[in-house]
């Protein structure tokens, strides 16, 4: 079983960037593995949770409209980490956001049960 843990948010003005970090461990101290495909998710205040974008093993990513262009996802396996490169960020982008484990079925990403405590973003105009 993976576990996942999220960092690097923090409190941002308008425009400025930010990167998060999402670890990924076993549940055996010592294992080594590598996850399959990742995706980042956010929840606005009041809000559903939303996918961000998504990386495969291979690197491929995918974005959400609202954030293409601004928002870049890449991976470390060396380092069993996911990044969120986030950057142009705008106060709607405020949000608490999560890191995922999953797999794609064809060009449907379905994220594992797993789920991490979030980090929270918080953009100010």
């Known amino acids: 079983q993976v576990r996942l843990m999220e960092s690097g948010g923090g409190l941002v003005q308008a425009g400025e960037s930010l990167m998060l970090s999402c670890r990924w461990s076993g549940a055996i101290s010592g294992s080594v593995f590598v996850i399959n495909a990742a995706g980042w998710y956010r929840q606005p205040p009041g809000k559903q949770r939303e996918l961000v974008g998504t990386?495969?093993?291979?690197?491929?990513?995918n974005y959400a409209d609202s954030v293409k262009g601004r928002f870049s996802i890449s991976r470390d396996n060396a380092k069993n980490t996911v990044y969120l490169q986030m950057s142009s960020l705008k106060p709607e982008d405020t949000a608490r956001y999560y890191c995922?484990?999953?797999?794609?079925?064809?060009?449907?990403?379905?994220?594992?049960?797993?789920w991490g405590q979030g980090t929270q973003v918080t953009v100010s105009s």
């Open positions: 995922t484990a999953g797999s794609f079925v064809e060009t449907s990403y379905y994220p594992t049960s797993t």
């Open positions: 990386i495969t093993a291979g690197g491929r990513t």
